[in-house]
């Protein structure tokens, strides 16, 4: 959908802000080895534990149960595929989250206001991540921009030229007024923020994750809090106006 106005855009990262914090982040670097493990379990139906020794002690003990998962269902085809949505829901604890829906519907129904989804992930599991969470309606409202697509895949944040390929996205879509960025880590977060300003863009970072007193920006403990500040301080309603 083409902006016709300006608009208030919110720019918010997946792994560490849409999952329950705290449980995502210690498996995001093993996906890699996840994806080795589909390929093992594509090739090997009957396999045992081994398959799935990929990451942390942690992440082990956490995965050892899904090899009898997916021989006890006759039905399933695709072990890979499996694999991906069984630990999504039991290791990455990635699941429908009421409030969170509440919170993005208000903003989407707000005037004026542009959400999108910005990651380094794959585009698959972005995909199931935002369904798992939010639902398939909701999640097909949301834009999912990736980096490994944006100007060839040449960057990712929190190098410059993500933060350049995202604006000129942006700018094909219409209209740009202020940008608020939504990420866990403290350098996305600088490395946008000096991208815009140096663009004379109006900029404003928050922080997924426990406050600490060297926090260069606002910190909320969740994803629904952080929209929640948004909502009840007004801060899209006031800049609107303030465009008009």
Known sequence: ??????????????????????VFLPTVRFFEEVSNAKSKLLKHSGCTSDCLAVGTQGWVQSALSLPRALRADPTIRHYGRSVHRLAMEHVLQCKLNPE???AFDTLLNAPNVKIVFFTNGQGGHARN???????EDLANKIPIILTRTLDNGRY??????????????????GKMSKFFFIDDSAKNL?????????LNISVQCLRIGRSNP????????T??????????????????????
């Open 129 to 135: 991540v935002v369904k798992m969470v939010l639902g």
């Open 190 to 198: 600088e490395g946008a923020q000096a991208v815009f300003e140096s």
């Open 214 to 221: 060297n926090d260069a920006f606002p910190s909320y403990g």
């Open 1 to 22: 959908m083409l902006m016709t106005t300006d608009e208030t855009i919110l720019v918010i990262d997946i792994d560490g802000c849409l999952c329950r914090y705290g």
């Open 100 to 102: 969170l829906i509440e």
């Open 156 to 173: 990712r944040k929190p190098e410059e030229g993500a933060y350049l390929a995202l604006k000129n996205w942006m700018k094909t879509q």
């Open 223 to 244: 994803l629904v809090q952080a929209l929640g500040s948004i909502n009840t301080n007004r801060a899209v309603c006031a800049l609107q106006q303030a465009s008009r």
